[in-house]
């Protein structure tokens, strides 16, 4: 699979589209004043105390406090704020990290009261951004994403990814680590790791342990809320998670953020450095790549499939509704119950893309064409469940219903993206209603007298729709002879039929517009 990465960098944000074969399956947005991005750590200030939620809000210095549940604690809790406590109040060179005493694992269905207390500093990391109305959603099981491994403080875990099949590597990944791997520390192994050298591994962990570090430095030195660490930036972290062989090329139209990327691609793949493409074409990136165009028929309510089915979005606070219709695809020579199935196949390839397109979380509901086949059913439900293998999500897609409805959970850890594609009607200036179509001439003749007498300008050109064209120009007495006697200047009119009925503009002797 063909896989590029176009980025469009301006002043306020940075736009990151992901396209597979061409084709755009994800986009991400990220401002450049996101303070309260997934994967940032805070020293947080507990505010209060639930203990009907079993849960606490904590001051992390968003204009909302951040919700903290006791399932987010994590179980070695006890030791992370014991550990923030001593090196908050100076004494981190007293003891080893590594040699840190671990504090027994909390209950899994304990209270929150006998763990926090009102007024309590710990140290935190989002684990969701602000949404709606909503404040972030923290967590203190810090973790820290490399390109390989995960690294976990307070834990002595190695997890492999599931998705490294063989035996044989896993052993041989465990072992390594082992080997490797500082006291007090867990790992998480991550499928790009499969047959990765010792030296890669070893570089990925120490970074990341480096990032333990630098916390641990800091920490004498503020006072809750404050920020203690970010998160890589959008582009960085989607080119940690995603880079691999099958990328081709990353296209960036800014000079300082190609460097920077440039730098970042030699830090975690020096063998990839020749990806990164400096765009100086003079079209805007988006649009010399379609991805403009894809945009706007990928986003909106209805969204149109090349075969002429069309999907029905709609969202909702609690859920997302999606519904499938076949629109004029019917082949004549196959069943009603075939074409059913056809359809539905291909709605669900492009329901998987939207998914990830639009960064959709929550309960979707996918209402398919009925089909009564329990065979055909089957076999829909296992191509979603294939389609949606390349969404990097947590989600679970469950089988269809007696109702031919289909369940999609999809974590969600961001705002859902969301592009307006419908334009302001440039007659009513998306008020809904227009000025009266008499009052039409007066507005021009209110212009004219201006353009003629105060600015004495010669030989106007103005252009009209072929409508006003004709009641200016034809009957006992035109528009166009008025002006002349008035003003002592013929005004040269000219149709354009690709204007709405009540748009005009005036034109100078060099045929520029002249804008009022």
Known sequence: MNKE???????????IALLE?????????????????????????????????????????????AFLHYLDLGPQVRTLNNYTRLVQQGKGDKFSYEKFKREPDIEKTGKITRVLNPGQ???????????????????TEISFPGRFLVLLPFSDKISISQKIRSKEERGRLKRLLMSIKPQNFGVIVRTVAENKKVAELDADLRNLVSKWDKISAKLPHLKAPQKVLSELDRTSAILRDLLNESFNNIHINDPALYDEVKEFIERIAPEKMDIVKAYKGREPIFEHFNIERQIRNSFGKNVTIKSGVYLIIEHTEALHVIDVNSG??????????????????EAATEIARQLRLRDMGGIIVVDFIDMHDAKNRRALFEHLKNEMEKDRAKHSVLPPSKFGLIQITRQRVRPE?????????PVCNGTGQIKSSITIVDDIENNLEYLLRDQNLN?????????????????????QWKWFWEYKKWVKIKEMKNQHMLEYHFFDQNQEEIKQ
């Open 5 to 15: 990465l176009v980025i469009d960098s301006n002043g306020s944000e940075v736009n």
């Open 417 to 425: 993206m969301s592009v307006e594609v419908m334009e302001k009607c």
């Open 328 to 345: 004029h695809r019917v082949n004549k020579d196959n069943s009603q119950e075939q074409n059913a199935l056809v359809t539905n196949t």
């Open 21 to 65: 074969d061409k084709t755009l399956v994800e986009l991400h947005k990220e401002q450049n004043n996101n303070d309260f991005t997934v994967g940032d750590v805070f020293l947080g200030k507990v505010r209060k105390i639930m203990p009907g939620l079993n849960a606490a809000f904590v001051d992390v210095g968003y204009k909302k406090d």
């Open 121 to 139: 500093e710990i140290l935190v990391q989002v684990a969701k951004e602000p949404i709606s109305t909503k404040g972030p959603r923290i967590s």
């Open 459 to 479: 030989r106007l050109t103005l252009g009209v729709h072929p409508f006003i064209y004709a009641y200016l120009t034809k009957g006992k007495l035109p528009k």
